[in-house]
C-alpha cells in the first residue's frame, strides 16, 4: 500500500506542508519531488492540470489535488495507520472541515497582505483583520489541546504550518502575534512536540530570508 | 435511530441553500425549512452561524453545522442507511470533493461576473465562464454524472447554479446550451430526479429576483462589500462611495 506515492510539493508552501505533516503521521514512505513554481514540470502539469499547483499526492500513479482533499485521502486511504485525522463521529468531522475551510478561507489572505500591501495604512488594517482570525482561531481552541476535541487532526494540520509565518509577520508587520493569542501560541508549542510537525516545518527565519528574498526581487 | 430535529435556515434563491435541500430530499429527511431574511438576518442565525453569519445552516439536535458543501458531507455521514452522495472508494471520493470544491472556487464569481460587468470586460467574463463550464463538460465527459452512474456530491455542488443561468444569459446574451450543449443535457438529466425539480425554482422566478435586487439598488453595478470586515454578510452595499443596508 505504501509503495508508489509521490508527492510534488515546494519546500516553503504551507499546503505542502500540510501533507507531509498527514503522510508523516501516518508513517507513509513516500518520495518527495521538489518543484519550482516559475518552471512547473510537465508531470505537474499533466498531474494537475486544473489549477497547475501543488501540492499534488501521486498515488499508485493516480493524483490527488488540494490539500485539504489530499489530507482526508490520506486518512481514508490508510485507515488503518493511526493515529485518525478525523474524527469518527459525523459532527465533530463537519466541524473539522469546517475550521480547516475556514483557514484556507481567511487566514492565507489575511496574512499574505501583511507583507504584501504597501502603506502604513493598508498594513494596519491588514493586520488588524489577522489578529481578528487568529482570535476566532483561539474562541475555537478554547481549552481545548486541539481545535476540534482532544486529537491532533484535520483542521490543526491546516493551521499549524502558517505557524511559521509568525516570526516573519512579526517583523514585518511590527506585531506580536504570541503575545496578542497566547492559546494559539500555546497550541503552537503543543502541535511543535509532534515529530511530524517538528521535522516537516521548516525553520521560521528560513522562511522570513524567503520573504526578504522575494521582496527583493519586486524592488521594495 | 437519528433523531427527527432538522431545521434549516435557508434563502430561496440561494444555490447553496438548494444543495442542502437537494441533499436531504434525496434521504427522505423530513425538516423545518426557516426562511432567512436577508439582510435583517434572524437572531438564530446570528446565534448558529457567528463566524460567517451565512446561510445555509442545517441545525439538527440543536447544534449547527454551515458551509453548504460540508452540511452535504455531514447528511450523508449521518443518514448513511440511505441513498448514498459519496462514492465509496477514496480516490473517487477525492475526485468528488475536488470538483464541489472546483466549482465553489470557479463557478459563482464567474457567473456573476458574466452578468453585471459591462462591455469588453463582460465579454471576457463570459468567455471566462464558459471555460470554467467547459472545464466541467469535460469532466462529465460521456459518464452520466460526474462520477459515473451515480448522481452525487458534485452533481448536487454544480446542478443548483442551472436555475440561475437563465439570468446570466439574458444579461448576458448569450446562450450557455449553445456553448456547452452537454453540460445542459447533463443538468437536464439532474431534473429528472425529484429531488432536483422540486428543489430547484423556476428560472424565471430566479430572474425577476435578481431584477428587482437589482432595481432597488438603483444602479447596475453591483459591488458588494465583503471586505469590510464589520460588514461582512450583513447585506451591505456600497453605492456611489457610500454604505447603503438594502432590503431584498
Given at each position: ?40 514540470t ?14 499534488v499526492?501521486?498515488?499508485?500513479g ?27 463521529d ?53 481549552e ?10 484535520l ?6 504550518p502558517f ?8 517583523e ?12 494559539l ?33 519586486k524592488?521594495? | ?20 435541500r437537494i ?42 453545522i ?11 455521514e ?5 441513498s ?92 450557455i ?18 429531488s ?13 429576483f ?15 462589500v ?8 450583513r ?14
Amino acid at each position: 500500500m505504501d509503495d508508489d506515492v509521490i508527492l510534488l510539493d515546494f519546500w516553503v508552501s504551507v499546503f505542502g506542508q500540510r501533507v507531509r505533516i498527514a503522510l508523516a503521521e501516518k508513517g507513509v514512505h513516500y518520495e518527495n519531488r521538489e518543484e519550482n513554481p516559475q518552471n512547473k514540470t510537465p508531470l505537474l502539469l499533466e498531474m494537475n492540470p486544473v489549477h497547475k499547483k501543488i501540492p499534488v499526492l501521486i498515488h499508485q500513479g493516480k493524483p490527488v489535488c488540494e490539500s485539504n482533499i489530499i489530507v482526508q485521502y490520506i486518512d481514508e486511504a490508510w485507515h488503518d495507520k493511526s493515529p485518525s485525522l478525523l474524527p469518527s463521529d459525523p459532527y465533530l468531522r463537519a466541524q473539522a472541515r469546517f475550521w480547516a475551510d475556514f483557514v484556507d478561507k481567511k487566514v492565507y489572505e489575511s496574512a499574505k497582505k501583511i507583507w504584501m500591501t504597501e502603506g502604513e495604512e493598508d498594513q494596519q488594517v491588514a493586520k488588524k483583520e489577522l489578529i481578528e482570525v487568529l482570535k476566532v482561531l483561539e474562541g475555537q481552541l478554547g481549552e481545548k489541546p486541539y481545535l476540534v476535541g482532544e486529537s491532533f487532526g484535520l483542521a490543526d494540520i491546516a493551521l499549524i504550518p502558517f505557524s511559521m509565518w509568525f516570526h516573519t509577520l512579526n517583523e514585518i508587520g511590527k506585531m506580536n502575534i504570541e503575545r496578542e493569542c497566547p492559546k494559539l501560541a500555546a497550541w503552537v508549542n503543543r502541535c511543535m512536540e509532534r515529530e511530524s510537525v517538528s521535522k516537516t516545518l521548516p525553520r521560521p527565519h528560513k522562511f522570513y530570508e524567503f520573504i526578504l528574498e522575494m521582496q527583493k526581487k519586486k524592488g521594495h | 435511530m437519528v433523531g427527527s430535529e432538522v431545521i434549516l435556515l435557508d434563502f430561496w434563491p440561494s444555490m447553496f441553500g438548494m444543495r442542502v435541500r437537494i441533499a436531504l430530499a434525496e434521504k427522505g429527511i423530513e425538516y423545518d425549512y426557516k426562511e432567512q431574511d436577508l439582510p435583517d438576518k434572524s437572531t438564530l442565525l446570528l446565534e448558529m452561524n457567528p463566524v460567517h453569519k451565512k446561510i445555509p445552516v442545517l441545525i439538527h439536535k440543536g447544534k449547527p453545522i454551515n458551509e453548504s458543501c460540508i452540511i452535504v458531507q455531514y447528511i450523508d455521514e449521518t443518514w448513511k442507511d440511505k441513498s448514498p452522495l459519496m462514492p465509496s472508494d477514496p480516490y473517487t471520493r477525492a475526485q468528488a470533493r475536488f470538483w464541489a470544491d472546483y466549482v465553489d472556487k470557479k463557478v459563482y464569481d464567474a457567473l456573476k461576473k458574466s452578468g453585471t460587468l459591462k462591455g469588453e470586460q463582460q465579454e471576457k467574463a463570459k468567455k471566462e465562464f464558459i471555460e470554467i463550464l467547459k472545464v466541467l463538460e469535460g469532466q462529465i465527459g460521456e459518464k452520466p454524472y460526474f462520477m459515473g452512474e451515480s448522481f452525487g456530491y458534485a452533481d448536487i455542488a454544480l446542478v443548483t447554479f442551472y436555475c440561475w443561468f437563465y439570468t446570466f444569459e439574458t444579461l448576458g446574451n448569450y446562450s450557455i446550451e449553445k456553448e456547452c450543449p452537454k453540460l445542459i443535457a447533463w443538468a437536464k438529466r439532474c431534473m429528472q430526479r425529484e429531488s432536483v425539480s422540486k428543489t430547484l425554482p423556476d428560472s424565471k422566478k430566479i430572474y425577476e429576483f435578481f431584477m428587482e435586487m437589482r432595481s432597488k439598488l438603483g444602479h447596475d453595478h453591483i459591488q458588494k462589500v465583503e471586505d469590510f470586515s464589520p460588514f461582512r454578510g450583513r447585506g451591505v452595499f456600497l453605492k456611489h462611495g457610500r454604505l447603503v443596508r438594502i432590503r431584498y
